[in-house]
């Protein structure tokens, strides 16, 4: 069955210092991963998907198909950055004509000054 | 566009009560998707919608949870009777399916607040 799991409930850093969000799957097809960000009061929202292969805020995330992870990195946290953060993994469903999105239970990141 | 529309904001009822949560979808969005959120057990999709049709309902956690979509603009969650347990965050999300790969961001509401007393 399909699962994501973030290990940690909540992070705790300094303004400045590396900060990794980590993220595993269970997904014996070509995982497709996401992390969605919810800052406070406002929506859940889309922060970075692998595919894209792209940085968003200074935020990264490598897929290892290996260690089935898809951890979330930025190298200097910045007090702007405290938000909840899902990780979430795209599963076809339906013969592969439709889909959904399993999510993590979340990680709360607090960056303090 | 304002985004994705739910209503109410926060809602308290007592246990026993009929509850109906209400959203409205991004104009033009195929897929509607209703999630809960609790502290225990994270975010949970509850059942999703494609093009008002209901795909894949097995997130409902019983009875006396249903959901519907009239039509694309419209759909809602209901709980009947409620049940303390009940209280979370129900979140609405739609999104549009580009071509044949399921790579679609999904746009989040900003949820209802639910508490049964």
């Known amino acids: 069955a399909q699962r994501v799991t973030q290990p940690e409930k909540l992070l705790s850093v300094f303004k400045g210092a590396p900060v990794e969000l980590k993220c595993n799957y269970s997904?014996?097809?070509?995982?497709?991963l996401f992390w969605y960000v919810q800052y406070s009061r406002q929506r859940l929202q889309l922060l970075l998907r692998h595919i894209s292969r792209e940085s968003i805020k200074g935020f990264t995330a490598d897929l290892n198909k290996g260690e089935t992870s898809f951890h979330l990195k930025k190298p200097f946290a910045q007090e702007e950055d405290s938000a909840m953060y899902y990780c979430?993994?795209?599963?076809?469903?339906?013969?592969?004509?439709?889909?959904?999105?399993?999510f993590g239970k979340g990680t709360l990141l607090t960056v303090n000054p | 566009d304002a985004g994705v529309i739910q209503s109410p904001r926060h809602e308290v009822t007592e246990m026993g009560q009929e509850v109906t949560l209400r959203c409205k979808p991004i104009s033009g969005h195929d897929y509607l998707f209703w999630y809960r959120q609790t502290m225990m057990r994270g975010l949970e999709l509850l059942i999703y919608?494609?093009?008002?049709?209901?795909?894949?309902d097995s997130g409902m956690p019983e009875d006396r949870f249903s959901a519907k979509m009239p039509n694309a603009s419209f759909s809602t969650l209901k709980i009947q009777p409620s049940e303390p347990r009940d209280s979370a965050v129900y979140f609405c999300?739609?999104?549009?399916?580009?071509?044949?790969?399921?790579?679609?961001?999904?746009?989040f509401g900003p949820g209802t607040r639910l508490t049964v007393l």
């Open positions: 997904y014996s097809g070509s995982p497709e």
């Open positions: 999300a739609s999104s549009l399916r580009r071509g044949p790969l399921p790579t679609d961001t999904q746009y």
């Open positions: 919608f494609n093009n008002n049709v209901p795909i894949d």
């Open positions: 979430a993994l795209n599963n076809p469903i339906s013969g592969g004509s439709n889909y959904k999105l399993t």
